[in-house]
């Protein structure tokens, strides 16, 4: 699915990602963990093909094909998904228009049916349902005036909708409550299957109570310093990251 | 020899205006409007409130040579909201009651300024007289030069039952000159919702309109100015809104740029506790222009006012916004707010926004502020992560940026039409400049 080799990328001129390896396979689970500072969020948004991230050396290959000359609509397109740390407010765009443009756009891309007004009203509303979002969030701007726990949930609603082949959550749980937290997790568990992967950028172990992760992996000074299987979270969350400065 | 000279505004003004034909009860107000106008000064651009707005499109166009003929153009369907209301429809300043569904209802005095019963005569006078033409030289010359109106009074404790609907459409195939009139009376705990519409078809028509509107005490407006006409035409408007004791005015004013476009807004708090909010949008793309002259005279105490307008500037186009608040001695306890957004799609495009305070006591609260600037990257990355194109993602937001006003206009069936209209507009005149 995803395979991304020696990876450097700078921001503002200052390197943040210092030959990231990483490997993930059709319908696996990675967590991305780290101290503040190690390159998470850089990754994501290198990932998604933010302006202003520069890749100084190495490949991302996604299904085969370098991403990297594609710009962030056409990697959406191919079935990349990013789910905001900080989803962006945009008044006087409802919810709807944004959402019925956004999977016009992306299932006509993967040559999908592009649904009719009164099957996308449905879907919709059925994804709001699955996130506990009330439907009158679909008429509201987006991400307008919502709660932090809002905004994540109408992150997983999207996802629920647009169905991608890769779902990146950047730090999707922090600032959430349990029940939010179990909604994104039941967002994430549900569109496991085999042909689809997930990169999950945490910072706690605690969502990986929810979400079984098929690899932990541990993202320090820009690279991935250890790789494990789901007890390695749980290694962290006891020991905290020190440790594994000292041994690396 | 013979020398070819260029007819002064002033000149073709004063020329126009002894063509007139009017009511004999307005023979006075007539008089005086054509003497002060003789003494006007036609703005030059040295004159502070013209700095920005050439009335060189006014004089090349040669609109001002002669009184549009009484016109029966036919307004085209799509360019009115459906709304469920009243229509009247001036056509060259002219009543036109083939296009109008004329109110049927108790509540409401309508008339044709040239049909205006005696007994409403004095009380129109006086509305008439709310502009200083000594300001406004147009003000001058519509009121020099107008042939027809409408006047409208919604009487006391009365709520007309619908909107009423105001259009003043401009047609013909020479260029010319229209007046427009508009007076409305709205009395003592009455309200009312109107839509006032400029529509205009011709490349060289011009539009001067002068609109007064008293809403006494306890009573309440919402008023829609809706000016989304062609990019040809020219066009200079005075707006003078008197707010009594406790009343209210929610004002809208909605506007693409022309060849000239300009509005002089006045506002007065004279009475005691009256509130008024103003939100206005413009969209001025390639080859327009929109300057907004805004006034809040607060003369007395415990006045609110807030004020919200944003624009979108595309093109080589320009826009110009100046937000005056006027805070009077004896205004104590008076609340104002004002906010200018502006967005610049291209490097040429150019806004002019100049908020303006004055304040003479210390009792107050007041705030504004303007910005001008590009779209927000953050937002446009977000819609791009989720497949939609960089050049549609610029589009909803610049949509978003001024739907985020328009849809809070509360006039049902209204909204939607400034939506469709301003899609309209980004679609064909905006002068998007080309994606980096």
């Known amino acids: 699915m995803l395979e991304i080799r020696n990876l450097h990328a700078t921001v503002q001129g200052k390197q943040i990602l210092n030959g990231l390896d990483l490997s993930v396979g059709d319908g696996e689970v990675h967590a991305i963990m780290g101290p503040n500072g190690s390159g998470k969020s850089t990754l994501s948004a290198v990932l998604a093909g933010r302006d202003g991230y520069e890749v100084t050396a190495g490949e991302i290959l996604f299904r085969g094909e370098d991403i990297l000359p594609l710009a962030p609509e056409e990697r959406a397109r191919k079935g990349i998904f990013l789910a905001f740390q900080y989803p962006v407010e945009i008044p006087g765009v409802s919810n709807l228009e944004f959402l019925k443009a956004s999977l016009e756009q992306v299932r006509k891309a993967q040559g999908k049916e592009v649904w009719d007004a009164v099957t996308f009203m449905k879907k919709a509303r059925e994804a709001s349902a699955r ?33 991608p082949a890769l779902g990146i959550l950047d730090e999707t749980d922090s600032g959430l409550d349990i029940d939010a937290l179990q909604v994104v997790a039941q967002g994430v568990n549900s569109l496991r ?17 929810h979400i079984v992760p098929d690899f932990v992996h541990v993202l320090a000074g820009g690279r991935i310093v250890r790789s494990g299987g789901k007890e390695l979270a749980l290694e962290l969350e006891e020991k905290g990251y020190g440790w594994l400065k000292d041994a690396s | 020899m013979s020398t070819t000279t260029t007819p002064t505004l002033h000149a073709l003004a004063i020329d126009l205006a002894a063509r007139a034909t009017w009511p004999v009860w307005l023979a006075g107000f007539r008089a005086r409007a054509r003497r002060s106008l003789a003494d006007t000064t036609f703005p030059q651009r040295k004159s502070e409130s013209w700095k920005y707005s050439s009335l060189a499109a006014l004089e090349s166009a040669g609109s001002l040579t002669r009184a549009a003929q009484v016109g029966s153009g036919a307004i085209p369907a799509d360019a009115l909201p459906a709304l469920d209301g009243w229509r009247i429809v001036f056509v060259n300043g002219r009543l036109d009651a083939t296009q109008s569904v004329l109110p049927d209802d108790g509540s409401l005095d309508v008339h044709s300024l040239v049909d205006l019963p005696e007994s409403l005569q004095p009380r129109a006078s006086e509305l008439l007289a709310l502009d200083d033409p000594a300001k406004l030289p147009f003000a001058a010359l519509n009121a020099a030069a107008f042939s027809d109106g409408l006047f409208l009074r919604v009487r006391r404790g009365q709520a007309a039952a619908r909107p009423v609907h105001v259009v003043f459409h401009s047609a013909g195939t020479q260029p010319a000159a229209v007046q427009a009139r508009l007076v409305v009376d709205i009395e003592p705990q009455a309200s009312l919702t109107l839509i006032e519409q400029y529509t205009g078809v011709d490349a060289r028509l011009f539009t001067n309109a002068s609109t007064a509107i008293a809403v006494a005490r306890e ?7 809706v000016q989304f006409d062609g990019g040809d035409n020219c066009f200079v408007g005075s707006l003078r809104v008197q707010l ?9 004013l909605l506007m693409t740029g022309s060849r000239l476009k300009r509005n ?5 708090i004279a009475g005691a506790g009256a509130e008024l909010t103003l939100k206005g949008v413009y969209l001025v793309g390639q080859g327009e222009h929109a300057d907004n002259q805004v006034c809040i005279e607060h003369a007395v105490a415990h006045g609110s006012s807030e004020q919200q307008f944003r624009g979108i500037v595309g093109g080589d186009g320009r826009g110009v916004f100046n937000g005056r608040i006027h805070i009077h001695p004896g205004a104590r306890q008076t609340s104002a707010e004002l906010v200018n957004n502006n967005l610049l799609l291209s490097a040429d495009a150019e806004i002019d926004t100049k908020p303006e305070l004055e304040i003479y006591n210390d009792d107050v609260k007041c705030s504004h502020g303007a910005t001008v600037g590009q779209l927000n990257e953050a937002g446009v990355f977000y819609l791009q992560s989720r497949g939609i194109a960089r050049a549609d993602a610029e589009l909803m937001l610049s949509l978003g940026f001024v739907n985020a006003l328009i849809g809070q206009v509360p006039v049902a069936g209204l909204p939607e039409w400034l939506r469709g209209e301003s899609e309209r507009w980004f679609a064909g005149r905006s002068g998007r400049g080309a994606c980096p």
Not at chain 1, 133 to 147: I, Q
Not at chain 1, 193 to 209: C, E, I
């Open chain 1, 131 to 163: 996130v506990n979002l009330d439907a009158a969030f679909l008429k509201r701007g987006v991400n307008e005036g919502f709660s932090g726990g809002e905004k994540k949930r109408n992150e997983i609603l999207q996802m629920l909708l647009l169905e």
């Open chain 1, 193 to 209: 299957d085999a042909g689809r992967s997930f990169v999950l950028v945490t910072h706690y172990q605690r969502l990986l109570d």
């Open chain 2, 219 to 225: 009573a309440r407006l919402t008023l829609a100015r």
């Open chain 2, 244 to 252: 009594g004791e406790h009343s209210r005015c929610d004002g809208y």
């Open chain 2, 264 to 268: 002089d807004i006045t506002c007065d």
